[in-house]
């Protein structure tokens, strides 16, 4: 088969228009690199994919590829069999009233399974909150600072900055990923090139917090010395935290309390073989000191029986710290949830998910099937990057998300709804389709391949009702037609940024044109905070780093203009960050994230895209500790923001 047949067989997309209107057609070599790469997977006849029933459509009628001549069918959730029947000719119905949730369809020639398909019954809508209008404080955990923290944010911090914020009528704390990273690597500090998405970055522990630390050996003029400064020293922090949390657990090991024994206990069966199988990477990873691809062939894949037998090995004890570690996590992070509850805050922890995941890292390990190693997740040439973007991780393939029933995607949902009340889909549009740039190739070589959307869709919305959670799609960029309709139709809101909110003219919209179901910020992680961008401070930063900034002096002094006239238009006299927040306040947007740095008056921000090590990003510390932050705020911040108090 031609290579290129093959490719749109196998669902890429191999000739497309970028974002500046050219044709691009993927070269064969790079296209054979990305097919290789994919997990292979059995090719189907007669069923097309995932079957998605909406809650509204419980008649669910199946049409076939293919037309079938006296197969017979059963459904199944679980084990267990809860229907069944024979099919003869193109099309099926499914049983009436199915209860939501997951199950699979077998056909069947005689007693042999011939196909199978995930059947997902889901709710018309994802969970919607029971809010009106509210605001949220976004902030970046690690930069935090405080009178007692040991160099980095942690979840102590982020207990005081709920305290501070809820009587404000914050209604919630927004966060950067704080998905596990590579603990043993703490200068590779991206939020957003994780080690797994389902577990937990260590160093956010407050370890004083634990009733199994006794400090009183801890250095704390050391201490004290590491959380001064600008920036962050990972490795230093990294180094004395796990040192107390190997105390901690020694003396946990030796004498703790039966409630503490019962609650850890639970953790590991609440999280179940997922942990243990995270616990055991962990050790390899520390034994072999190699990715996981490099590992001995029985490392590579082990199945669970293998898994069983290195826990009652000698390595028991590391890989019950390890799950140690991540219980102690859990628990200071539910603690932080619980207090946003008690408070009053009507979202609480509005959590982030990274759009992939490192290859060597434990999730790529875990869901061979469904993560392809291989191929990198980024953007083709557009206008700000006219090279196109390799992001330096992995992400799902719809084939392999189809063939092991959505499972990893599911778990990577779970594992960030736990404790949040809003979480939000980095780009979101890689739902609908992801661009794969090969390895050993430029990102001018990848290619898109086509996801199951609507599949994905009901995965999310099934998650999203379980757990109470509002779920937010980071859908900027280059948006396919009908897909905010799409987003909409499913309760998901949309993520809408008043720097991109401008018209032909480059004028900003008026507070009325932004949509109701939607998060509505100034902002991003990626942009320039406000002083920033008032300044052309990063105009200037990109420049000298050798950055085309994408924006010349005269575009920035006309956007300054345009968004004096834009207040003004809307009576707000003030010309600064606070008459911003004013007209966000009164847009109808459900959601509005204000940034603690734009309340702080912050000029840098925390990651300029296209930088590694040329900047540091990811580790800047605020100047302000938090216990003080309350008092740093403008005096006019709460009338700004009196129309949100829900």
Known sequence: MDVYADARARGLVPDFFDAR?????????????????????????????????????RNAHIALADEVHRLSWRLLRGEQTIAEGSVDGKDMQLPPDLAIGGYRLELLAQQDVIERAPVLVAPQRAFSGSFDRVWLLTVQLYSLTSARNWGIGDFSDLARLIEITAPLGCAGVGLNPLHALFDDCPEDCSPYAPNSRLFLNPLYIDVDALPEFAGESEDRSAIAREAQGPLIDYRAVAQRKFAALRRAFATFTDRASASRRAAFAQFRRDRGVLLQRFACFEVLRRKFGARWWQWPDEWRRPDDARIRRLRESADRDEIEFVEFVQWCADDQLKACAGLAAARGMKVGLYLDIAVGVQASGFDAWAFQDAIARNLAVGAPPDMLNVAGQDWGICGFTGSGLLATDFEAFREMLRGSMRHAGAIRLDHIL????????????????????????QALLAVIAQESQVNA?????????????????????????????????????????????????????????????????????????????????????????????????????????????????????????????????????????????????????????????????????????????ASRRD
């Open 469 to 641: 959670c509002v779920i937010i799609g980071e859908d900027l960029g280059t948006v396919p037609d009908g897909f905010r309709d799409t987003m909409a139709d499913w309760g998901i809101f949309s993520y809408r940024v008043m720097l991109f909110e401008r018209d032909h003219d480059s004028s900003f919209l008026p507070a009325d044109r932004y949509a109701a179901n939607a998060l509505v910020t100034f902002n991003t992680h990626d942009l320039a905070s406000f002083a920033g961008w008032r300044s052309s401070h990063d105009l200037a930063t990109k420049r000298a780093l050798g950055l085309d900034p994408g924006e010349s002096d005269d575009a920035r002094r006309h956007a300054h203009w345009a968004l004096h006239e834009r207040l003004k238009a809307h009576g707000i006299a003030r010309d600064d960050f606070l008459g911003v927040v004013q007209f966000l306040s009164d847009a109808p947007s459900r959601i509005f994230a204000i940034a603690l740095d734009d309340l702080l008056k912050l000029e840098d921000q925390p990651n300029i895209p296209g930088t590694v090590n040329e900047h540091p990003n990811w580790r800047r510390r605020l100047p302000v500790k938090v216990e003080d932050i309350a008092e740093r705020l403008d005096a006019g911040f709460a009338q700004a923001v």
């Open 21 to 57: 209107g050219e044709h691009r057609i993927t070269r064969p070599d790079a296209l054979q690199a990305i097919l290789d790469a994919l997990p292979r997977h059995t090719a189907r006849r007669y069923l097309n994919g995932a079957v998605v029933v909406r809650a509204d459509d």
């Open 430 to 453: 890689g739902l609908n389709r992801l661009y794969l740039v090969p390895s050993g190739f430029s990102p001018r070589d990848g290619a898109y391949i086509e996801m199951p959307l």
